[in-house]
């Protein structure tokens, strides 16, 4: 289920920075595992940047939308950047305001003004003692970096999507993990999030993630359906949404979420059961007389189409599902249910009857705030050609499958 907590510690993370707090983000475990200190640029203090410098310790820098960047004339600081983790540096910068620019107050009034929307690329000198960063426009939905937490809890907490951050590290030179950080938001009463957290919020809350552009009549030979189409930000071809009947927020909707397999879906590859349980989920939802399907467009669960034929190959060769996703340095299973979450949310529906066999969609779309009420089976009986697959969703996806023995 969702974990109420965390949606509380972003509310009080946004809270607290539009009353000029700082607060502590976090980043994953797989990433670099650190956090950062940040704060608003909009309600930037000395006192607050002297805090930072003395208490974080690392590096202080001022994260920043594109169109941000883009009026100040803000350069990248190389064309070729070699960062591990992408982080989109500018040619550093102060405020011709300053004095040296390096003080706590001189560091201030660089960042204030850049947060002025009348500033221009003459009121700074180039290079300084301030960096800006760039972030993504999709935020932490597009790179999980603190530049782009940075921007989105900015935008959250509807300030200007300019911020500044900085590093935190210990007294003895290392860089502070999580375990730290806990210790280090409690003793200064900072509230501490992650950059997951951010996302989840994100994907439950807010309405800009995807778009409805247009809803049609689909007649199948399923049965009549309407066909809804979402123009989402981290895609360039819209996800799908087939309704049958009057959706009803007061009873479980019969929902199916399929991620999109072309070989599958439209060329009737026997190689997987997508396309079979697709067709089984659109006869249920006749045969219900309401329901829905949401069509998420993560091939090859989450490679892409051409990859995926890359790890049919390796299959050819021996390879299982799992290890040949593994082979091309995928991960088994890289889908995110967040785009299904978000639509879910924007039609007010709370509740639903899953089809799947897969337990990690249940626990996908219960961690973005949908009640799974029932899952209910939707096994395709395996062939020879597909159920070495079917085995392996069994055994290393843990999919419930009680045919496949």
Do not use: W
């Not at 410098?53 to 004339?73: F, H, Q, T, W």
């Amino acid at each position: 289920m969702i974990d109420n907590k965390n949606i509380e510690q972003v509310k009080q993370a946004i809270t607290d920075l539009k009353n000029g707090k700082l607060i502590i983000v976090a980043d994953s475990p797989n990433r670099e595992s650190e956090g950062d200190m940040i704060g608003l640029a909009d309600f930037v203090s000395p006192e607050n940047v002297n805090h930072m410098i003395n208490k974080a310790r690392g590096l202080l820098c001022v994260p920043m939308s594109k169109e941000y960047a883009d009026r100040l004339g803000l350069q990248r600081m190389t064309t070729n950047s070699t960062d591990a983790f992408g982080t989109a540096f500018t040619v550093s910068t102060d405020a011709k305001t300053t004095t040296t620019g390096i003080s706590a107050f001189d560091r201030a009034k660089t960042i204030q003004k850049l947060t002025d929307s009348k500033s221009s690329h003459d009121d700074f000198y180039h290079p300084g003692h301030i960096f800006p960063l760039i972030a993504r426009d999709n935020g932490v939905l597009d790179r999980d970096g603190h530049t782009e937490a940075a921007v989105d809890l900015a935008k959250l907490a509807g300030a200007n999507p300019i911020a500044y951050i900085c590093e935190i590290i210990k007294k003895d030179g290392t860089m502070a993990r999580l375990k730290d950080l806990k210790a280090f938001a409690e003793g200064s009463q900072m509230t501490l999030i992650t950059i997951k957290d951010i996302s989840d919020y994100r994907y439950m809350f807010d309405k800009t993630i995807s778009k409805s552009i247009t809803k049609v009549d689909l007649p199948t030979k399923y049965g009549d359906f309407k066909l809804e189409a979402f123009n989402t930000s981290d895609n360039n071809v819209p996800t799908l949404l087939i309704t049958k009947g009057e959706i009803s927020l007061d009873k479980p909707l019969l929902l199916r979420v399929h991620s999109e397999c072309f070989t599958g879906d439209v060329l009737g590859s026997r190689r997987c059961d997508c396309g079979e349980q697709l067709e089984e989920s659109l006869r249920m939802i006749e045969e219900n007389g309401s329901g829905a399907v949401i069509y998420l467009r993560q091939e090859g669960r989450g490679i892409g189409l051409l990859n995926k034929l890359k790890a049919y190959k390796l299959q050819e060769q021996g390879f299982d599902t799992v290890e040949a996703n593994k082979k091309l340095g995928f991960e088994a299973d890289m889908r995110n249910y967040g785009i299904a979450a978000n639509i879910l949310h924007q039609k007010g529906i709370e509740i639903v009857d899953l089809m799947t066999n897969n337990p990690k969609k249940i626990s996908g779309l219960e961690n973005l705030g949908i009640e799974v009420n029932q899952r209910i089976s939707l096994e395709i009986t395996p062939t020879e050609n597909d159920f070495k697959y079917l085995k392996t969703k069994k055994d290393k996806l843990h999919h419930i499958l009680s045919e496949v023995n």
